[in-house]
């Protein structure tokens, strides 16, 4: 059925019944959720959210993939990956390197659009399922290759507690520990 | 006589005592009680948690202490373009005059510990409530003072809005001194007892009460002077550090002075503790019955913040004199029939 | 002092010299400047001009939160844009993108597969919702009720768990591609979008008792701002604003994209033109768009799942990332879309933003960047009704104006 255009009236409400009625509704409901508040807030350094497992979080490169092809450097609509020149062993003669191109990026300007992740043509690049690192300094958000293959700490996990946000019917949101306790 | 007895006299003298050690300290307390439970109730209401941090075991209380701290030793930014005298002196006259009723108002029955000779007491409700309508002018000064437009037509609204709902608040807390044919808070109190409480005899004259206090002292959602999308703080817009916080603590010990005044004339006051002897039973615990409720009612009146919206100023200057004020009046009306029938 | 240096038709600075206003003031008019930094304001400046409480004169004074965004879109390629074109209105980002995409697909004459057409649909109707919310949050604020800004931002936050799981990310989605969309339904999606919708319907309804039937709120709203048929046709008003005034227009039935057509709602309209109207439009409009989220939902998860990019992209797929939208829904690109060229000629792409309609004009020489990006969003269009509704309101009027016309000046500005 095709959508169509629905002219529809206002909803009156006036008289002496009406707004004292509604005023009690009002003052109801404030008093029904000042009871139950069904909250869901995080206590978040307490407590953190476990991100799906699709979550575009941090990127990083899995190097014995990467081909090189720079796909992931021209794609990047926020340049923050850039291609270096790094010497590897040559594949045939061992004694002998030679140059060959990986991917290093600059946290500073990522956007998390996860665009590298998808063109990379031998998904030589992942995420994963945190974003929420903080740096001390500019400097320690350029990721050098080394960086860039090992996935950062995540010290938010090993203070708080895992929790997971599930679409409830009656609660919006409902807040459920991640994993089982331990023990 | 020793030192320390004089000391001591001095302290315990009763308008002294009432004024600077139950009125300035107490009410500051409460004013933090209310600032802590307005946040919590709303961030209850709203699905929030709202203060935690700063104390999780006390659900947040020490937010309003670090509050209060932080705008003790802010730095006080005093705009070239302000007029600098009543600048600064209006907060400081408004919050004095604003803590100045706690001096003429009784908290017991028990002569000994009433504030004012007891000559002097038979005008204390007319003597308080006239000192409460005038830290309303200082708001007007200090929005006039600071010489900025949202400042001035702060000040401006701050008028219209006290000249119709000061007046109620008068007249609607006179309805129980009508009733009962007396300016005596503690005459009025004890004709309530245990059970003629005015808030059943007179229940409109309460209900005017309760608009007119959350109107004249802009509690939240009717703080239209304050009102902050149009006019970004009202009359406080260039103020900073203590001066703003004397400014709104002000507020809030208005909200409290006519919270013990409701407590006393519609809430039975006292009751049901008859004040004895003694200081204990004489002073500490009527007092604090009254104090409690004097606290019920400014939590009741801060819980509205987060059910109503703002009304538009003219919209409650419109409520004031086509629905509040005939409530009033029907409030006295009925008080003149109650004293007509000799119920007390 | 500065009292002693004012003089008439201006004021004398610090050096001496004379500085007049660049207007005129009327001798009793009250020149107040509402912005931009000032809490009720949002990034522009509204200049009133007041005798006594009545506002007398407005001028939205707008672009402070400019951000080159034509420019930029034609210097980075042809998908690269996207993301970038989603930083105008964010909590919009599917929206706002989609008639940029709409106009490359045009000129690279390809067609999204159906599949991708209902995902697409899906999440523009889940940023509309999340739109709408936080129009109602600002609104909210503006006239003092705290209680329907926190509910609408933690009612929001539902959908952008919804939308989270869709896409992977909170609000900059980067959704559709020129010829498809990103990812496919994880497999507990439909269970999930079914409770947000049922949870939100039952919400409206508490919506309704704190906020839109609170005697309060109802007599901040009745008969403000009103905007007549004619003005809001005359000034080019577009959106839900237009529709609270009796014009029934809407792309999606002017000019249907995606899967549109083929879907069962209505386009609310009301005639009465005033900001109740307008608040109520956008309930309405969220009621259909959960109906909307229902049929998708139902219909992506009876279908069996296909390619949700275009045959012709498909068709140069290596087995590897036809393994990969088969295992994990997602969709990869090739590493030609970094540079690819598009055929020259222009296009126009429209689509119903959250705010209303917001047309690209997108135009190609051929080259691997496009030529001319113009783009006319919602709020653009809907700025100049600040000029023409507020005068004769009272001061107090104007939050309720402001934030019933739902005006984001990060999209207006660009």
Request: aromatic share 12%.
């Amino acid at each position: 059925m095709p959508p169509k255009v629905a002219v529809k009236p206002l909803p009156k409400r006036g008289g002496l019944l009406a707004g004292v009625s509604d005023n009690l509704a009002a003052l109801m409901i404030g008093i029904k959720y000042f009871l139950n508040p069904k909250r869901f807030s995080i206590y978040y350094p307490k407590e953190y959210p476990e991100l799906r497992k699709g979550y575009r979080g941090f990127i990083i490169l899995n190097k014995q993939k990467c081909i090189s092809c720079a796909a992931c450097a021209r794609i990047c609509p926020s340049a923050a990956m850039k291609m270096i020149r790094v010497p590897v062993p040559h594949p045939k003669e061992p004694e002998k390197t030679v140059m060959k191109q990986f991917p290093v990026i600059n946290y500073q300007r990522c956007i998390f659009c996860g665009y590298c992740v998808d063109i990379c043509p031998t998904e030589a690049l992942y995420h994963v399922n945190y974003h929420d690192i903080v740096y001390e300094n500019l400097a320690e958000m350029f990721w050098d290759l080394d960086t860039f293959q090992k996935e950062p700490e995540y010290p938010t996990a090993e203070e708080g507690i895992p929790v997971r946000l599930m679409i409830h019917e009656e609660y919006g949101l409902l807040k459920v520990p991640a994993r089982e306790k331990q023990g | 006589m020793s030192v320390l007895d004089t000391v001591a006299s001095l302290i315990f003298y009763p308008p002294i005592w009432q004024l600077l050690i139950l009125g300035f300290g107490g009410a500051l307390v409460v004013a933090m009680v209310a600032v802590w439970f307005e946040r919590k109730a709303a961030a209850r209401v709203q699905r929030r948690i709202g203060p935690y941090w700063a104390s999780p075991r006390l659900g947040g209380l020490m937010h309003l202490m670090a509050d209060m701290l932080r705008y003790a030793f802010q730095q006080v930014v005093i705009p070239r373009t302000v007029d600098f005298w009543p600048f600064i002196a209006a907060p400081i006259f408004g919050m004095a005059l604003s803590i100045l009723p706690f001096a003429v108002t009784p908290l017991t029955s028990n002569p000994n510990f009433w504030p004012l000779p007891p000559a002097l007491m038979e005008y204390s409700l007319l003597v308080a409530l006239a000192i409460t309508t005038l830290p309303p002018i200082f708001i007007i000064v200090s929005g006039w003072a600071a010489n900025n437009p949202f400042t001035i037509i702060g000040g401006v609204r701050e008028a219209f809005i006290i000249l119709s709902y000061e007046l109620i608040a008068i007249l609607s807390l006179f309805a129980p001194a009508v009733a009962v044919g007396s300016l005596n808070i503690v005459d009025i109190v004890q004709a309530q007892g245990l059970v003629k409480w005015f808030i059943v005899l007179n229940p409109l004259a309460f209900l005017a009460a309760i608009l007119a206090v959350a109107m004249s002292t802009s509690a939240f959602p009717f703080e239209i002077p304050e009102s902050e999308p149009e006019v970004v703080a009202g009359p406080f817009t260039e103020y900073s550090g203590i001066l703003y916080a004397l400014n709104m603590g002000g507020a809030y010990m208005r909200r409290f002075v006519f919270g013990l005044l409701i407590s006393l004339m519609f809430l039975g006051g006292w009751y049901p503790i008859v004040p004895g002897e003694g200081f204990i039973l004489g002073y500490a615990l009527p007092s604090l019955v009254v104090v409690v409720k004097a606290v019920v009612v400014v939590l009741a009146i801060s819980f509205l913040r987060a059910i109503y919206g703002r009304y538009r100023l003219d919209q409650a200057l419109d409520m004031a004199w086509r629905l509040v004020l005939p409530l009033t009046l029907a409030g006295i009306l009925l008080a003149l029939v109650e004293a007509y029938l000799g119920i007390f | 002092m500065v009292e002693d240096v004012r003089i008439y038709g201006g004021w004398k600075d610090e050096l001496g010299l004379k500085v007049v206003p660049s207007k005129k003031i009327g001798k009793d008019l009250y020149e107040v400047f509402i912005g931009p930094q000032h809490p009720g304001s949002g990034h522009m400046r509204i200049t009133v001009r007041l005798d006594g409480d009545i506002i007398v004169e407005a001028d939205p004074d707008i672009g402070y939160v400019h951000r080159t965004m034509e420019k930029l879109g034609e210097i980075r390629g042809w998908i690269k844009p996207i993301p970038l074109f989603e930083r105008m209105a964010i909590h919009d980002a599917c929206n706002i993108t989609m008639p940029y995409v709409l106009a490359v697909e045009k000129l690279m004459g390809v067609e999204p597969p159906l599949r991708a057409k209902y995902l697409r649909s899906l999440l523009c109707e889940i940023n509309r919702i999340g739109a709408h919310l936080y129009g109602f949050a600002i609104f909210g604020v503006f006239l003092g009720h705290s209680t329907m800004y926190m509910w609408a931002m933690g009612d929001r936050e539902v959908f952008i768990e919804l939308a989270e799981a869709l896409t992977g990310a909170r609000l900059t989605h980067s959704y559709p591609l020129p010829g498809g969309a990103r990812r496919d339904i994880p497999a507990d999606f439909p269970d999930m979008a079914r409770r947000a919708v049922n949870y939100m319907r039952k919400r409206l309804k508490e919506y309704e008792k704190i906020f839109l039937n609170n005697p309060v709120i109802r007599s901040r709203l009745e008969g403000v701002g009103v905007i007549s048929k004619g003005l809001a046709a005359e000034l080019g008003i577009v959106g839900p604003n237009a529709r609270a005034s009796g014009i029934g227009y809407d792309v999606r039935i002017v000019e249907p994209y995606d899967a549109y057509p083929e879907l069962d709602f209505e386009v609310p309209v009301f005639r009465e033109g005033d900001a109740l109207a307008r608040t109520m439009v956008r309930v309405e409009e969220i009621k259909q768009s959960l109906r909307i989220i229902e049929q998708a939902v139902e219909w992506l998860e009876k279908n069996p799942r296909e390619p949700i990019v275009d045959k012709y992209l498909y068709g140069k797929y290596p087995p590897l990332h036809k393994k990969i939208m088969e295992s994990e829904g997602r969709a990869k690109l090739l590493p030609i879309s970094a540079a690819m060229k598009v055929p020259k000629g222009r296009a126009i792409g429209r689509a119903e933003t959250g705010r209303g309609e917001t047309i690209y004009y997108v135009e190609s020489d051929g080259g691997v960047n496009p030529y001319r990006v113009r783009i006319v969003t919602a709020s653009a269009r809907n700025a100049i009704a600040f000029k023409y509704v507020l005068p004769g309101h009272k001061i107090m009027d104007l939050p309720a104006i402001y934030g019933s016309l739902d005006y984001f000046p990060p999209e207006s500005d660009r």
